[in-house]
């Protein structure tokens, strides 16, 4: 008997049953969605609707009774199909939605695949269960917004974090870069004012806490990829910035590249494009070339031989013992059992002696 079939091409009788299917994963096991890499490679796509497919793609795997860990096409498409909410449980106050890059990878990452689907953004909220008894929802916005103004932009917490050191430049960062995740996976969740706050107490350091000389002195590479992430918002049009402002955070990027050599980190050498909207900031000649030559001296280092000082390795040689030189097994039983008949003699002459007395 022929099976109906509906529209993609599915039986009747495959909808029904995947028509309950809730539960979706990775695909082959897989753990992450592959988009993180690709949203921090800004020269690889245009469209944030590349990503969108990629998630898709990548968590189509539905695990029910009879098909666990199965991708089935469409299936997860039509799941996503009526979504108007997406919600994240906190349990945790060790992460926050700009401090961990999960976070926007998953959350922000089924927001641009509903999109995808729906062709309108969902919201997207936090349940707060960090306090027992105290369980209340936030919208993802205001909860990025909360952990920016108590962490990144508090001078308290700064303070703190600026006797880490390298650690801590590197925490900065990873905030920024998860931020800039916000803006591709949810357009419109991050205001142009968390940015510019983001400059005035990293570039300007407008709290007077030495931040010119804390990422210099500790970590330059950190400060490289932040400005290169405020750069690469910029370029992709998410901060609307001022041309002033554009022109000071490329002269403090290639300052420290040219200063300290280029870290590479994703925003700094690997971006064709922002590499070239920075060139274009620097007006000098000189100082534009000067930039591209740090770059191309860590991206494409020199192929001549360099003397390598340090540590000498001293090769030593073992000598495997050759089976004819191994001791015989049965000779060894011999000498053993002798050494026993030995021993029992002697506690023989021992306790006639002691008789005779």
């Known amino acids: 008997m022929a099976k109906t079939l509906i529209a993609g091409g599915m039986s009747a009788e495959d909808a029904k049953t995947f028509a309950n299917a809730r539960l979706f994963g990775g695909v082959n096991g897989n753990f992450g969605t592959d988009i993180t890499g690709i949203i921090q490679s800004g020269d690889r796509w245009e469209d944030p609707a590349v990503i969108g497919e990629l998630y898709i793609r990548n968590m189509s795997a539905l695990y029910t009774d009879s098909h666990w860990g199965e991708s089935v096409n469409g299936v997860f498409r039509a799941a996503l199909s009526d979504t108007d909410t997406v919600v994240q449980s906190r349990s945790s106050n060790s992460w926050g939605p700009l401090s961990l890059d999960h ?76 931020t800039l995740g916000w803006e591709v996976t949810r357009p419109g969740m991050i205001d142009n004012h968390l940015w510019e706050d983001y400059k005035k107490v990293f570039v300007d350091d407008s709290l007077q806490l030495g931040m010119k000389e804390f990422f210099e002195k500790k970590n330059p ?24 402002t554009t022109r000071q955070l490329a002269l403090r990027h290639t300052e420290l590249i040219r200063g300290f050599g280029a870290g590479c980190g994703g925003y700094t050498c690997n971006n064709a494009k922002l590499r070239e909207m920075i060139g274009n900031q620097l007006g000098n000649s000189a100082v534009r070339q000067e930039y591209r030559q740090a770059i191309e001296k860590v ?23 050759k089976d004819s030189e191994k001791k015989n097994p049965a000779k060894a039983l011999g000498w053993i059992g002798l050494l026993v008949l030995l021993g029992i003699a002697a506690i023989l002459i021992g306790s006639r002696r002691s008789s005779r007395k």
Do not use: H
Request: hydrophobic content about 35%.
């Open 103 to 178: 976070v926007y990878e998953f959350t922000g990452g089924i927001s641009l695949a509903a999109r995808q689907v729906t062709g309108k953004n969902p919201s997207a909220y936090f349940n707060d269960l960090r306090t027992p008894g105290r369980v209340r929802i936030q919208e993802a916005g205001e909860a990025a917004m909360v952990e920016a103004r108590s962490t990144l932009l508090n001078p308290k917490y700064l303070k703190e974090m600026l006797k880490e050191g390298p650690s801590a430049a590197g925490a900065f960062a990873e905030a920024f870069r998860n």
């Open 221 to 244: 590479y950190a400060l490289q990829e932040m400005t290169g992430v405020m750069l690469e918002s910029i370029r992709k049009g998410y901060w609307k910035a001022s041309p002033e």
């Open 299 to 321: 991206r494409r280092p020199s192929a001549q031989n360099k003397e390598v000082s340090g540590q000498t390795l001293k090769e030593k040689k073992i000598t495997l013992q």
